[in-house]
C-alpha cells in the first residue's frame, strides 16, 4: 500500500479505485465557508411581548404591532440591499391557557389580523396543545404573550466560476524529469511528465507517471493510472491497478 491510498480520506473518493481532487486543495475549506457565507439567505427575528386574552383581544393594536415589526426587518434587510420580493415574513404567536406557566408557538396568518383569522388561531392552539399534551381546554380563555416575526431575505446566488483551462496537453507540458516509482515491489525509474494545472484542456486523458504542479499544491499520478481535468476544475484521478 503506498502513501497515495493511505493519504485517500484527504481527499473526496468516489466509487471505483477514483479520486476527486478540488482546484484549490490548500484552500477549499476556507473557500466553500467564504460562499457559504456570501450565499446563504440572511434571516433575521423580531419578537414583542403582547399579553391580550382571546375575548378582549385589541385587534387594531395587535395587527399594528406585527406591521410595525414587519417594517422594522424590512429596514435591514433594505440596509442589506434586499427589498421587495427578495424578502418574505413568517408570523408567529407565543400563545397559553391563562394561568399556565409555559407557551406554544402558534403560526399567525398573514395579511391584516380580524376576528376570523383569530378565531382560526384559537382552534390551531387547541389542535397543538391536544397533540403536546394530549388534552385542551377549549373553554378556558387564551393568552396572547408574544408575538413574532422572522424575516428572510433570499440573497442572489453566484454564478459558475470560469475554470482556466488551456486547449491541450502540449500546451499544459512543462517537460519531463525522472521519478523513482515501486512498481510490482520493485523501484523502478521512469520517465515522469510535468505539467500545469491551470493550463490543463477538459477531459484530455492524462497517463502516468505525471506531476501536475500548482500554486498550493502538487498532484502525483502513478504509474499505471490516469487523470482528466472536468469542467468544474476538478482532477479525477483513476487509479490503476497494483502500480499504485
Do not use: C
Amino acid at each position: 500500500m503506498t502513501k497515495l491510498r493511505e493519504l485517500e480520506f484527504n481527499i473526496v473518493t468516489a466509487p471505483n479505485d477514483h479520486l476527486l481532487l478540488p482546484r484549490s486543495l490548500g484552500h477549499f475549506d476556507r473557500l466553500t465557508s467564504a460562499l457559504g457565507l456570501l450565499t446563504t439567505d440572511l434571516k433575521y427575528d423580531a419578537v414583542r411581548t403582547e399579553f391580550q386574552v382571546r375575548g378582549s383581544v385589541d385587534v387594531e393594536r395587535l395587527d399594528r404591532d406585527y406591521h410595525t415589526m414587519e417594517q422594522a426587518l424590512s429596514a435591514q434587510f433594505a440596509a442589506d440591499g434586499l427589498e421587495g420580493d427578495h424578502v418574505s415574513f413568517a408570523r408567529w404567536a407565543d400563545l397559553r391557557y391563562v394561568g399556565q406557566g409555559y407557551e406554544l408557538r402558534v403560526p399567525m396568518p398573514p395579511g391584516a389580523i380580524d376576528a376570523t383569522k383569530l378565531e382560526s388561531v384559537w382552534e390551531r392552539f387547541h389542535r397543538l396543545h391536544e397533540l403536546e399534551y394530549r388534552q385542551s381546554f377549549p373553554e378556558s380563555p387564551i393568552e396572547i404573550v408574544n408575538i413574532r416575526v422572522s424575516g428572510v431575505g433570499r440573497m442572489p446566488r453566484i454564478g459558475t466560476l470560469r475554470v482556466p483551462h488551456g486547449r491541450s496537453l502540449s500546451e499544459a507540458r512543462l517537460g519531463t524529469g525522472r521519478g523513482v516509482f515501486r512498481v510490482s515491489d520493485r523501484l523502478v525509474e521512469l520517465e515522469t511528465m510535468l505539467y500545469r494545472r491551470e493550463r490543463l484542456p477538459f477531459e484530455q486523458p492524462i497517463s502516468g507517471p505525471s506531476i501536475v504542479l500548482q500554486a498550493d499544491s502538487t498532484t502525483l499520478i502513478p504509474p499505471g493510472s490516469r487523470a482528466v481535468a472536468d469542467e468544474a476544475g476538478n482532477l479525477i484521478i483513476t487509479l490503476g491497478g497494483r502500480h499504485v
